[in-house]
Protein backbone atom coordinates (compact mmCIF):
# COMPACT_ATOMS: atom_id res chain seq x y z
CA UNK A 1 0.00 0.00 0.00
CA UNK A 2 1.40 3.66 -0.94
CA UNK A 3 1.68 5.65 2.06
CA UNK A 4 -0.59 8.28 0.11
CA UNK A 5 -3.06 8.15 -2.65
CA UNK A 6 -4.93 9.96 -5.25
CA UNK A 7 -6.61 9.44 -8.26
CA UNK A 8 -4.55 9.96 -11.00
CA UNK A 9 -7.47 11.81 -13.24
CA UNK A 10 -7.31 13.33 -15.30
CA UNK A 11 -10.28 15.56 -14.35
CA UNK A 12 -12.22 18.17 -16.23
CA UNK A 13 -14.52 20.81 -14.64
CA UNK A 14 -15.82 23.99 -16.17
CA UNK A 15 -14.65 27.30 -15.62
CA UNK A 16 -16.23 28.99 -12.64
CA UNK A 17 -17.16 25.29 -11.50
CA UNK A 18 -15.46 24.22 -8.35
CA UNK A 19 -12.81 21.51 -8.31
CA UNK A 20 -12.32 18.97 -5.70
CA UNK A 21 -9.40 17.09 -5.54
CA UNK A 22 -9.01 14.02 -2.92
CA UNK A 23 -6.22 12.11 -1.17
CA UNK A 24 -5.93 9.09 1.45
CA UNK A 25 -3.26 8.22 3.39
CA UNK A 26 -1.98 4.98 5.14
CA UNK A 27 -0.13 6.72 8.43
CA UNK A 28 -2.51 7.38 11.11
CA UNK A 29 -0.09 9.38 12.91
CA UNK A 30 0.86 11.54 10.29
CA UNK A 31 0.35 15.48 11.28
CA UNK A 32 1.30 17.64 8.68
CA UNK A 33 -0.59 17.55 5.12
CA UNK A 34 0.47 19.88 1.90
CA UNK A 35 -1.01 20.51 -1.48
CA UNK A 36 1.21 21.79 -4.39
CA UNK A 37 0.25 22.74 -7.98
CA UNK A 38 2.66 21.29 -10.48
CA UNK A 39 2.24 23.33 -13.79
CA UNK A 40 3.53 21.11 -17.11
CA UNK A 41 7.43 21.70 -17.19
CA UNK A 42 7.91 23.12 -13.79
CA UNK A 43 8.32 22.41 -9.87
CA UNK A 44 6.30 21.69 -7.62
CA UNK A 45 4.54 24.81 -6.09
CA UNK A 46 3.33 24.65 -2.42
CA UNK A 47 0.00 26.05 -2.28
CA UNK A 48 -1.42 24.90 0.81
CA UNK A 49 -0.83 23.14 4.21
CA UNK A 50 -3.15 22.16 6.77
CA UNK A 51 -2.03 20.59 10.38
CA UNK A 52 -5.60 20.03 12.13
CA UNK A 53 -9.03 18.31 11.51
CA UNK A 54 -11.48 20.65 9.80
CA UNK A 55 -11.14 23.81 6.65
CA UNK A 56 -8.50 26.02 5.63
CA UNK A 57 -9.17 28.55 3.48
CA UNK A 58 -6.78 30.84 1.23
CA UNK A 59 -8.56 32.72 -1.29
CA UNK A 60 -9.90 30.37 -3.66
CA UNK A 61 -8.69 27.31 -2.15
CA UNK A 62 -9.79 25.51 0.59
CA UNK A 63 -7.63 22.24 2.52
CA UNK A 64 -10.07 20.36 4.42
CA UNK A 65 -8.95 17.20 6.83
CA UNK A 66 -10.43 14.27 8.47
CA UNK A 67 -7.79 12.35 10.50
CA UNK A 68 -10.04 9.91 11.69
CA UNK A 69 -11.06 9.29 7.98
CA UNK A 70 -7.44 9.40 6.85
CA UNK A 71 -8.69 11.87 4.17
CA UNK A 72 -7.11 15.12 2.86
CA UNK A 73 -9.08 17.59 0.42
CA UNK A 74 -8.42 20.10 -1.52
CA UNK A 75 -11.33 22.29 -3.12
CA UNK A 76 -10.62 25.51 -5.99
CA UNK A 77 -14.01 27.32 -6.20
CA UNK A 78 -14.50 29.60 -9.11
CA UNK A 79 -11.65 27.78 -11.21
CA UNK A 80 -10.14 29.27 -13.79
CA UNK A 81 -7.80 28.15 -16.69
CA UNK A 82 -5.04 29.05 -15.13
CA UNK A 83 -5.31 26.17 -12.46
CA UNK A 84 -4.98 23.75 -15.12
CA UNK A 85 -1.96 21.93 -13.63
CA UNK A 86 -1.33 18.77 -11.58
CA UNK A 87 -2.37 18.89 -8.14
CA UNK A 88 0.05 16.61 -5.87
CA UNK A 89 -0.79 15.77 -2.12
CA UNK A 90 1.74 15.15 0.10
CA UNK A 91 1.80 13.73 4.29
CA UNK A 92 4.34 13.86 6.46
CA UNK A 93 4.78 10.83 8.32
CA UNK A 94 7.31 8.66 10.03
CA UNK A 95 10.72 10.34 10.91
CA UNK A 96 9.81 13.21 9.54
CA UNK A 97 9.53 12.27 5.92
CA UNK A 98 7.67 13.85 2.89
CA UNK A 99 5.47 11.12 0.81
CA UNK A 100 3.18 12.70 -2.50
CA UNK A 101 0.96 10.98 -3.84
CA UNK A 102 1.08 11.00 -8.09
CA UNK A 103 -0.67 13.69 -8.27
CA UNK A 104 -3.84 14.46 -9.99
CA UNK A 105 -3.94 16.22 -13.29
CA UNK A 106 -6.99 18.96 -13.67
CA UNK A 107 -8.35 20.80 -16.72
CA UNK A 108 -10.45 23.45 -16.44
CA UNK A 109 -12.26 23.60 -19.25
CA UNK A 110 -13.10 27.44 -20.77
CA UNK B 1 15.02 36.08 -0.77
CA UNK B 2 16.26 33.83 -3.71
CA UNK B 3 14.72 30.43 -3.78
CA UNK B 4 16.39 27.09 -4.16
CA UNK B 5 18.83 27.01 -7.06
CA UNK B 6 19.76 24.20 -8.98
CA UNK B 7 21.77 23.90 -12.21
CA UNK B 8 22.26 23.00 -15.09
CA UNK B 9 18.55 23.34 -16.25
CA UNK B 10 18.94 20.84 -18.85
CA UNK B 11 21.56 18.31 -19.54
CA UNK B 12 21.91 15.88 -22.24
CA UNK B 13 24.90 13.17 -22.27
CA UNK B 14 25.51 9.86 -23.83
CA UNK B 15 25.19 6.95 -21.95
CA UNK B 16 28.42 6.17 -19.96
CA UNK B 17 29.30 9.68 -19.11
CA UNK B 18 29.42 11.12 -15.36
CA UNK B 19 26.23 13.68 -14.75
CA UNK B 20 26.79 15.88 -11.86
CA UNK B 21 23.98 17.88 -10.56
CA UNK B 22 24.12 20.88 -8.24
CA UNK B 23 21.71 22.71 -5.85
CA UNK B 24 21.63 25.62 -3.43
CA UNK B 25 19.65 25.64 -0.48
CA UNK B 26 17.58 28.49 0.82
CA UNK B 27 19.91 30.50 2.67
CA UNK B 28 18.58 29.21 6.66
CA UNK B 29 17.28 26.05 5.50
CA UNK B 30 18.75 22.80 7.13
CA UNK B 31 17.32 19.98 5.48
CA UNK B 32 17.85 19.07 1.45
CA UNK B 33 16.08 16.90 -0.32
CA UNK B 34 16.60 15.03 -3.68
CA UNK B 35 13.67 13.66 -5.94
CA UNK B 36 13.45 12.43 -9.39
CA UNK B 37 10.52 12.84 -11.56
CA UNK B 38 9.29 10.93 -14.42
CA UNK B 39 6.27 9.98 -15.78
CA UNK B 40 6.06 6.01 -14.73
CA UNK B 41 7.04 6.89 -11.11
CA UNK B 42 6.26 10.26 -10.54
CA UNK B 43 7.93 12.42 -7.93
CA UNK B 44 10.39 9.29 -5.80
CA UNK B 45 12.95 10.74 -2.92
CA UNK B 46 16.30 10.03 -3.50
CA UNK B 47 18.49 11.16 -0.33
CA UNK B 48 17.50 13.61 2.17
CA UNK B 49 20.03 15.27 4.71
CA UNK B 50 19.69 17.61 7.30
CA UNK B 51 22.73 20.00 8.84
CA UNK B 52 24.55 18.22 5.96
CA UNK B 53 24.48 15.09 6.88
CA UNK B 54 22.83 12.44 5.02
CA UNK B 55 19.70 10.95 6.72
CA UNK B 56 18.49 8.32 4.19
CA UNK B 57 19.11 7.30 1.38
CA UNK B 58 17.46 4.48 1.09
CA UNK B 59 15.76 6.24 -2.30
CA UNK B 60 18.96 5.69 -4.28
CA UNK B 61 18.88 3.51 -6.52
CA UNK B 62 22.35 1.76 -7.18
CA UNK B 63 25.30 2.50 -6.45
CA UNK B 64 25.72 4.66 -9.67
CA UNK B 65 23.90 7.48 -7.44
CA UNK B 66 26.03 8.98 -4.66
CA UNK B 67 25.13 12.59 -3.36
CA UNK B 68 27.44 15.08 -1.18
CA UNK B 69 26.43 17.81 0.70
CA UNK B 70 29.72 19.53 1.75
CA UNK B 71 28.56 22.94 3.55
CA UNK B 72 25.19 24.78 4.69
CA UNK B 73 24.66 26.20 0.53
CA UNK B 74 25.58 23.36 -1.83
CA UNK B 75 24.71 19.90 -2.60
CA UNK B 76 25.31 17.77 -5.08
CA UNK B 77 24.07 14.49 -7.01
CA UNK B 78 26.00 12.68 -9.04
CA UNK B 79 25.39 9.31 -11.72
CA UNK B 80 28.49 7.57 -12.65
CA UNK B 81 27.97 5.99 -15.37
CA UNK B 82 24.50 7.04 -16.32
CA UNK B 83 21.92 5.06 -18.50
CA UNK B 84 19.35 5.47 -20.52
CA UNK B 85 16.76 5.07 -17.91
CA UNK B 86 17.91 7.88 -15.74
CA UNK B 87 16.27 10.10 -17.85
CA UNK B 88 14.28 12.37 -16.21
CA UNK B 89 13.50 15.54 -14.10
CA UNK B 90 15.66 15.59 -10.72
CA UNK B 91 14.70 18.35 -8.51
CA UNK B 92 15.60 19.67 -5.22
CA UNK B 93 14.31 20.85 -2.32
CA UNK B 94 14.89 22.22 0.95
CA UNK B 95 12.81 23.19 4.35
CA UNK B 96 13.13 24.90 7.84
CA UNK B 97 14.52 23.44 10.56
CA UNK B 98 11.82 21.84 13.12
CA UNK B 99 9.35 19.04 12.29
CA UNK B 100 7.04 19.28 10.08
CA UNK B 101 8.33 22.27 8.00
CA UNK B 102 7.15 22.12 4.05
CA UNK B 103 9.70 21.61 1.09
CA UNK B 104 10.34 24.30 -1.74
CA UNK B 105 11.24 23.24 -4.53
CA UNK B 106 14.17 23.94 -7.05
CA UNK B 107 13.31 24.72 -10.81
CA UNK B 108 15.09 21.26 -11.37
CA UNK B 109 17.35 19.64 -14.00
CA UNK B 110 16.07 18.08 -16.62
CA UNK B 111 18.47 15.03 -17.65
CA UNK B 112 18.79 13.01 -21.28
CA UNK B 113 20.97 10.61 -21.15
CA UNK B 114 21.24 8.80 -25.14
Known amino acids: QKEVEQNSGPLSVPEGAIASLNCTYS??????FFWYRQYSGKSPELIMS????GDKEDGRFTAQLNKASQYVSLLIRDSQPSDSATYLCAVISGANNLFFGTGTRLTVIP | DAGVIQSPRHEVTEMGQEVTLRCKPI?????LFWYRQTMMRGLELLIY????????DSGMPEDRFSAKMPNASFSTLKIQPSEPRDSAVYFC????????????FGDGTRLSIL
Open chain 2, 93 to 104: ASSGTGRNQPQH
Open chain 1, 50 to 53: IYSN
Open chain 1, 27 to 32: DRGSQS
Open chain 2, 27 to 31: SGHNS
Open chain 2, 49 to 56: FNNNVPID
